[in-house]
């Protein structure tokens, strides 16, 4: 097997780690649905919270994991942090895999 061919396959396996870590990281329903609200735009968490009927710090917690993971992005605004989605390709992904979940019932 050639160089090019080896560096080519490793490039690839790193590019599937790298979507199995953003698989884990909307592996929770509630992290999936606080990335469809935030394909929506920027949203502060007591707009989630009141969105979702969840908890604040359930919300915290989730962003928490979000943020890790390089998904969600929090900017100050004020007293509050507005979060927003790092790139727009997640929002598609949550948004697919709902409407694929939602044509199986």
Do not use: F, N, W
């Not at 935030?38 to 359930?58: A, D, Y």
């Not at 915290?60 to 509050?80: D, F, I, K, N, P």
């Amino acid at each position: 097997m050639s160089d090019a061919v080896a560096t080519g396959q490793a490039a690839a396996y790193e590019s599937y780690e790298a979507a199995a870590e953003l698989l884990r990281a909307l592996s929770a329903p509630i992290r999936v649905a606080i990335v469809a609200e935030l394909g929506g735009g920027e949203r502060c968490v007591h707009e989630i919270v009141e969105k979702l009927g969840v908890s604040q710090p359930l919300v915290s917690q989730h962003l928490r994991v979000l943020r890790g993971a390089g998904v969600v992005r929090g900017a100050r605004r004020g007293r509050e942090i507005a979060y927003s989605l790092v790139d727009e390709h997640v929002a598609h992904i949550v948004a697919d895999a709902v409407s694929h979940a939602r044509e199986g019932t």
